[in-house]
């Protein structure tokens, strides 16, 4: 009798100490965090605010949705991995928050759970806002639903805001900083796909800064409209596309490096920035805008002699309609540097020379590339446009683009090592050491440095936190 009281005294006192963690399917029971009876399964829906803790190890069993306005935490130094063959991945919906704020020496890590990791082991990491977008989800102009058949019957894969309803701009998602999200990225139909990182209508006063995405599946990084600005972004290995905006993103992107595998490229062709206003190139708003300043991009091509996959298309192809603007950076190692693209939809071109909306580029290296500049014509909408024009327009005088005929003409230390990359400055004789300008309005919050590209000469940002 004795014991039989002493069971009934300790599980009511269990019962007292725990929090519920509501899923899909019922309610699972936990025990606070730190004791040794910490639930790891994240699966289902988290509604209520949850901190995962650092002496633990999280499993993502098939989508997780955090919603219901709540905010994950996350502890720095705090692993979550994807359950093998459950395509798991991690969705932070419109009003939620993420809180995801490592260190330089505990970063937070998203990775396979294999032994023998490969790119496309779990789906990935999709964070949704209220920003301002462009797209339009059953005739609701400004709400937009995210690739990868994460939406359902509740509508947990929305982003943004329909225009009938007040925009918000500066919507709030929450922190990531210090990040590395690896072997991301699922295949839910051709050209509808899960990326690395995924951003859907997220707003400025989120936090995006030091986050690395590797052997991603699709894309590294796509932006769908909002407004987030993002600070050292580094793409490594990537299958599709490392920068890839869509349907009114309008944020300020500084500090990026992306390092191509010159062996794997995406059926679909692959770039370092790829740009639309929307898939149709229409003149719908808000306009894809996001500028770009101080990225180092580097493809498949070492020298010039290197092939690589025949399907790397170009450093940057800005398209339909998009008006994306590059400024201070590096664009080497491509079959092509830059493309203008007006083959379909509106023809971009219309954006340059102080169109509107307005495409810059300024004060730019493009190196390495066998095509430095070129554009595909819009045979629906001709502007009379061509290569000559297109090159003549980058290469005006006062916009401070070069071109240099090798990659090692821009004097950076070993920019193509794969297993370990340096992508600083080699010294102050380099093209790269001086030259940046800030004088343009649309860099106006930029900080502002000498040098081109992501990296100073011993420059360290880039270290201790990421993997290669």
């Known amino acids: 009798m004795k014991k039989l009281f002493l069971l009934l005294i300790t599980g009511g006192l269990f019962m007292a100490g725990c929090r519920k963690i509501e899923v899909d399917g019922g309610t699972t029971v936990v025990t606070q965090p730190g004791t040794t009876n910490e639930n790891t399964i994240l699966e289902g829906r988290i509604t209520a605010n949850r901190t995962l803790k650092a002496e633990f190890v999280y499993k993502l069993r098939g989508l997780v949705y955090v ?12 692993k979550i991995v994807g359950e093998t063959g459950r395509n798991g991945g991690l969705i932070i919906t419109r009003s939620s928050k993420i809180i995801a704020d490592g260190t330089s020496a505990k970063p937070i890590v998203f990775t396979s759970e294999a032994s023998t990791p490969q790119r496309g082991d779990w789906a990935g990491l999709v964070i949704l806002g209220n920003a301002p977008t462009n797209a339009s989800f059953n005739g609701q102009q400004g709400l937009g639903e995210i690739e990868g058949g994460i939406n359902n019957s509740d509508g947990l894969g929305l982003y943004g805001t329909p225009v009938t309803q007040a925009q918000n701009p500066a919507d709030n998602s929450g922190i990531l900083r210090y990040v590395r999200i690896e072997y991301a990225g699922y295949a839910f139909l051709p050209d509808k796909e899960i990326n690395g990182l995924t951003f859907g209508g997220v707003g400025s006063q989120t936090v995006v800064d030091y986050v690395q995405v590797s052997f991603a599946n699709d894309d590294s990084f796509e932006w769908f409209g909002g407004n987030v600005n993002c600070r050292h972004l580094i793409s490594f290995r990537t299958l599709d596309d490392d920068f890839d905006t869509d349907n009114g993103f309008a944020g300020k992107v500084q500090f990026g490096i992306a ?3 010159s062996a794997v490229a995406d059926i679909s062709n692959s770039e370092a920035f790829e740009s639309d206003n929307d898939a149709n190139g229409s003149n719908f708003t808000p306009s894809t805008s996001a500028v770009f300043s101080n990225m180092t991009v580097l493809g498949p091509k070492a020298t010039l002699t290197n092939i690589g996959n025949s399907k790397f298309l170009a450093g940057a192809q800005i398209r339909r309609n998009s008006a994306i603007s590059i400024y201070n950076s590096i664009i080497a190692g ?6 203008i693209d007006a083959s379909k939809g509106v023809p971009t071109d219309n954006n340059i020379n102080g169109g509107s909306p307005s495409l810059f580029v300024q004060g730019n290296i493009i190196a390495g590339c066998p095509l430095p500049v070129i554009y595909a014509a819009s045979s629906t909408a001709p502007t009379g446009a061509n290569n000559a024009s297109i090159l003549a327009w980058y290469s005006t005088a006062s916009y401070s683009n070069d071109i240099l005929a090798n990659n090692s003409d821009v004097k950076l230390v070993a920019p193509f090592n794969y297993t370990a990359p340096d992508f600083n400055i080699t010294d102050a004789g380099s093209p790269a050491a001086s030259g940046a300008t800030f004088s343009a309005s649309k860099l106006t919050g ?7 590209g992501a990296c100073a000469i011993g420059d360290t940002w880039w270290k201790t936190w990421t993997k290669f």
């Open 259 to 261: 390092l191509r595998d």
């Open 446 to 452: 930029f900080t502002q440095v000498a040098y081109k």
């Open 334 to 339: 491509w079959p092509r540097g830059l493309i």
């Open 67 to 78: 919603t219901n306005g709540a905010v994950l935490t996350i502890e720095p130094g705090t």
